[in-house]
């Protein structure tokens, strides 16, 4: 089934060397999202209806990771941001990254991003490599993200804002010459990631500015989802909002499993953060020291191991492997 | 004479003001002779500016005086710091052209403190004397140049006299286009008030079309349409306007300052204008004020506009007569040649 | 879905002018200018005329296409190019030294485009490599070009008898002949930039420049075209300048940058950036060209109408306050 609905896997992700000798074979890819071209939300009805909260991941564990970054480090001048920061996201897994202040969550995200060139280490996204250059690279690889501005124009509608910088051209040769775009299509299919989310948007006529905090929220996951084709990264998501929009955006997030993609969410929130993800990174001095399933551990622990209060799992000059669970 | 080169630390900083123009001037007080200074003007505008600085030159030469000449490079400030350094010099007289007049009251101040006297061009101020157009004068003989036209071709009957306008030149303004106004009724007394009607043209030719424009549309029965100005430019924006609303054959103008009434492009609506032979200024200032000094019989320091120490007449020409004038270089060259005294009015212009 | 009653439209606002939709604001301009016409109409009959329309639509002509030009600017974010003046009168004097030549048309159109676009890269060039705000870049260009133009010439005009004299006094079909290529660019304009993938990109750069960057579009890229196109489009009213405007000086189209604002303001372009029709330019650009005509018929002195220019600038800044407010 997984072979029938993903047809393109093959000819797409078996290009390419191995990269940096995890463990990839040929036989697990079939996981792999299928959104290569251009977005088409029917197709996520072909993708497989997992439903269940928290233990999607461990089906997936035996997979490679969607993602992972080894050895990662930044520095600003004589300031270390970051010293050793190791990651891997599984599919359609919601990880949660959770440090203190200065920790250097931020500066991880940037450079999963694409915002912040990384000085050392690698991030490698279904086994490939990616150089990033710049936020283009890592949306080009599929990797989008959510900042807390969230990236709106508020004078611009809804479906102006899901297809900004990839505006559809008409496919109409002499408007397409003219540069015109195809507000129809575009128009149809924001519909439709935001139904398949089931957000509320009050019209493709209202500008953005005109908008609840948490429907710009969603929005701004709408687009990540429609345009990300395997990784989402939320930072601080709830961080703005009131304690019903809070709850209505953390819905969304649970719901994303559905739609085949994985999530890394950074938030301050412990227990939001426990309800929504299947595992857990904690970062500390800019090192990611311990990771954790949701069903295993508890806030306490967590806890602990932001502070310092407890150590995490692995020494500094083992933090290379992949921690996984 | 002999002309002495800058002494060393004058020549540098006047250089670093960036406003060195004169060359081989003689001077510091220690020499013997008469000394004039000359601020120009130093607007990149026009060439009057330039010229004035070399009749002024040639005249003080003949009479075997000392000359400075500095740019005020149309900035108020550097006008000021050469008021300063000519007053250091040794200067014995002055004159200047400050197109930017606000440091005018502290030019002044400087020269009157050092006992200089100072000559200034078109901009009164008190404390110095005054050397202008006769504006009201020049007004009034523009204004009987279209007389005589709107007499001869109209039978003193327009439908319409239109006065444009440059509120910003102030009494300057109310001289020449009232002048004009006064010199076209001495003609034709018998034009109705109500058939004079004016609009703000602020002097330019392009910035005015549109207020002439509407003018013209709020009298959209006028057929025979004088018009007079404070300038050629003013005049030319209303006869532009009557040829984009299709009404140009019947429009009469008649300006001042003769900028647009000479060359190839002349309007054929533009039926004259007044020239002032603005290098001819150093001629009345010299005349009437320098040389009386430098003979030691300084006049009373007439200040004002209105009672100026000398004054320019305006020169009212048709527009076939400017072919007969001389342009402005071999202008200056006969008028060096003149007799001491002798204007450009008094050389060229076709109706003295 | 469980979410789907509790996110709506609760906390919103709905559309600004209730029944009209987008176009209220259109509307509302273009009710205000026909009171304004009718009212002049009722007290003075005579101003009903095609004199009337002629002088009101040859004013039109130049400040709608500069407008367009600055319009596109602030919608894209640059706030306001004020270096206007000194493009026009650039690519306006290289227009008169091309008819001078004995250019053709076509010629000193192609002349007059490439001088403004260059102006434009210029312009561009500053801001994107020195960082610098597009105001005060302008302004100091504005003032360098005029203080480097009166070192060029002091009075240029087009030869009178050329083609191009003739294009500034003629009529075609009732108007003005400088008046039809400003009334479709403002069609052509209006229409494209809303519609195509670089107007889009260009309002979303204007809207929120950091959002803008994220989706991956160049900010450096995107200033450099709308400088260069602006740039492009003041060439153009120079050809409608030079044709009109009869012997011009080096500060002749300084009295032009006000009634270009205002009209960019009235028009409900944000100059914050990110919002602005440019369709609407052409009741704001008729509705702030009819009042100094309407002022003449009601017989106010001339001196007045400047003071009535500087009060059309503080009612069009107020306006557009009013609407921003308004605005959810």
Redesign the interface.
């Known amino acids: 089934m997984f072979a029938a609905a993903h047809p393109s896997v093959h000819h797409r992700f078996n290009e390419g060397p191995f990269i940096r000798g995890t463990h990839v074979d040929k036989s697990v890819k079939f996981g792999l999202h299928p959104k290569y071209e251009s977005p088409d939300p029917n197709m996520d009805h072909m993708t497989v209806q997992d439903t269940c909260r928290g233990n999607g991941a461990a089906l997936q564990t035996e997979m490679s990771p969607v993602l992972e970054a080894s050895h990662v480090a930044k520095r600003y001048g004589a300031v270390v941001a970051l010293h050793d920061a190791s990651f891997s996201l599984q599919h359609k897994e919601v990880h949660g990254l959770v440090g203190d202040n200065g920790a250097g969550k931020s500066t991880f995200l940037k450079i999963l991003s694409g915002v912040v060139a990384a000085d050392a280490g690698t991030i490698a996204v279904d086994g490939q490599t990616i150089h990033m250059r710049g936020p283009q690279d890592a949306m080009d690889a599929g990797i989008e993200t959510v900042y807390q501005d969230l990236a709106l124009v508020d004078t611009m509608t809804a479906y102006q804002n899901v297809y900004l910088g990839r505006e559809e051209l008409s496919r109409n040769p002499v408007k397409r010459w003219l540069n015109l775009v195809d507000d129809r299509l575009m128009r149809r299919r924001a519909a439709e990631v935001l139904s398949s989310l089931a957000v509320r948007i009050p019209s493709d006529n209202v500008p953005v500015k005109s908008m609840s905090g948490g429907q710009r929220q969603c929005l701004a996951i709408a687009r990540a989802l429609l345009w990300g084709r395997r990784i989402v990264i939320l930072d601080e998501p709830t961080a703005a909002l009131g304690v019903r929009e809070t709850e209505q955006v953390l819905e969304v997030i649970r719901d994303l499993r559905k739609h085949d993609v994985s999530v890394i969410v950074v938030s301050h929130n412990m227990q939001q953060l426990m309800s929504i993800a299947d595992r857990v990174t904690v970062m500390r001095l800019g090192r990611t020291i311990a990771t954790r399933s949701v069903r295993e551990t508890e806030i306490p622990e967590i806890v602990g191991l932001i502070t310092g209060a407890i150590p995490g799992d692995l020494r500094e000059e083992r933090t290379a492997e992949p921690a996984t669970p | 004479m002999g002309h002495k080169t800058y002494g060393a630390a004058t020549s540098a900083g006047a250089l670093a003001f960036g406003l060195v123009l004169g060359f081989g001037a003689p001077a510091a007080a220690q020499d013997d002779g008469f000394t004039l200074g000359m601020m120009v003007g130093g607007?990149?505008?026009?060439?009057w500016m330039k010229s004035q600085g070399d009749v002024a030159r040639a005249l003080a030469e003949a009479r075997g005086w000392n000359y400075m000449e500095l740019s005020n490079n149309n900035d108020p400030a550097t006008a000021l710091r050469n008021a300063q350094i000519l007053v250091q010099e040794g200067a014995d007289a002055a004159i200047q052209f400050n197109g930017q007049p606000s440091s005018n009251p502290a030019i002044a101040q400087v020269m009157n403190a050092a006992g200089v006297p100072i000559v200034t061009y078109d901009i009164a101020q008190e404390g110095m004397y005054f050397v202008g157009i006769d504006n009201l004068g020049a007004g009034i003989a523009g204004g009987e140049g279209l007389g005589a036209l709107v007499r001869d071709e109209w039978d003193c009957n327009p439908d319409l006299v239109v006065s444009a306008?440059g509120?910003a030149a102030g009494i300057v303004n109310e001289w020449r286009t009232g002048g004009m106004r006064t010199g076209l009724r001495n003609i034709c007394p018998e034009i109705p008030d109500e058939r004079w009607v004016?609009?703000?043209s602020?002097g330019?030719?392009?910035?005015g079309?549109?207020?002439a424009?509407?003018?013209?549309?709020?009298h959209?029965e006028a057929v025979r349409i004088a018009v007079v100005g404070l300038n050629d430019?003013g005049v030319?924006?209303l006869i532009?306007?009557a040829?984009?609303?299709?009404r140009a054959d019947e429009v009469m103008g008649w300006g001042q300052d003769g900028?647009?009434i000479t060359g190839?492009?002349v309007?054929p609506a533009l039926k004259g204008s007044v020239f002032y032979f603005l290098e001819s200024y150093a001629v009345n200032a010299i005349r009437d004020v320098i040389e009386p000094i430098a003979a030691g019989d300084a006049p009373p320091v007439r200040w004002e506009a209105g009672d100026p120490a000398s004054q320019v007449q305006g020169c009212p020409v048709t527009a076939e007569e400017p072919a007969t004038v001389p342009d402005m270089e071999e202008r200056v060259r006969l008028l060096l040649e003149a007799p001491a005294g002798t204007t450009a009015y008094d050389l060229f212009c076709p109706n003295r | 879905m469980a979410l789907a009653p509790t996110i709506d439209g609760k906390d919103a606002v709905g559309p600004r002018w209730p029944g009209l939709g987008a176009w209220g604001p259109a509307l509302a301009l273009v009710a205000v200018w026909l009171v304004l016409i009718a009212a002049t109409g009722l007290y003075r009959p005579d101003f009903l005329s095609h004199q009337t329309l002629l002088a009101v639509t040859f004013t039109m002509s130049i400040v709608g296409v500069l407008a367009v030009a600055q319009a596109l600017v602030a919608i894209s974010g640059g706030f306001l190019d004020l270096s206007q003046p000194s493009g026009l009168i650039l690519s306006g004097l290289v227009t008169v030294r091309l008819a001078e030549a004995g250019m053709p048309m076509p010629v000193l159109i192609l002349g007059a485009l490439a001088t403004g676009a260059a102006w434009g890269l210029v312009n561009a060039t500053i801001i994107v490599l020195a960082k610098l705000n597009p105001v005060i870049v302008t302004l100091a260009t504005n003032f360098i070009g005029l203080a480097a133009l009166f070192l060029l010439f002091q009075l240029a005009q087009v030869p009178r008898g050329t083609a191009i004299h003739e294009f500034g006094r003629t009529s075609l079909l009732g108007l003005p002949a400088i008046w039809w290529p400003m009334a479709a660019l403002i069609l052509v304009a209006g229409f494209f930039l809303p519609r195509t993938r670089v107007g889009r990109r260009a309002i979303a750069v204007g809207g929120n420049r950091q959002a803008a960057r994220a989706r991956g579009i160049s900010l450096p890229r995107t200033r450099i075209a709308i400088f260069t196109l602006s740039g492009a489009l003041v060439g153009l009213a120079s050809v409608l300048f030079v044709a009109s405007s009869g012997p011009f000086n080096p500060g002749s189209a300084n009295f032009l940058q006000l009634n270009v604002i205002a009209s960019v303001i009235l028009a409900g372009v944000s100059l914050a950036g990110g919002r602005g029709n440019l369709w609407l330019l052409f009741p704001s650009v008729g509705f702030l060209s009819t009042i100094p005509t309407t002022l003449v018929f009601f017989g106010l002195a001339s001196d007045w109408q400047l003071i009535f220019q500087g009060f059309i600038l503080v009612f069009a800044v107020a306006f557009d306050g009013y609407r921003a407010r308004r605005a959810p």
């Open positions: 607007n990149p505008c026009c060439e306008e509120a004016s609009f703000e602020q330019d030719a392009a910035v079309l549109p207020a424009r509407d003018l013209l549309a709020a959209p430019g030319l924006s532009q306007a040829e984009q609303l299709g900028a647009f190839d492009n309007n």
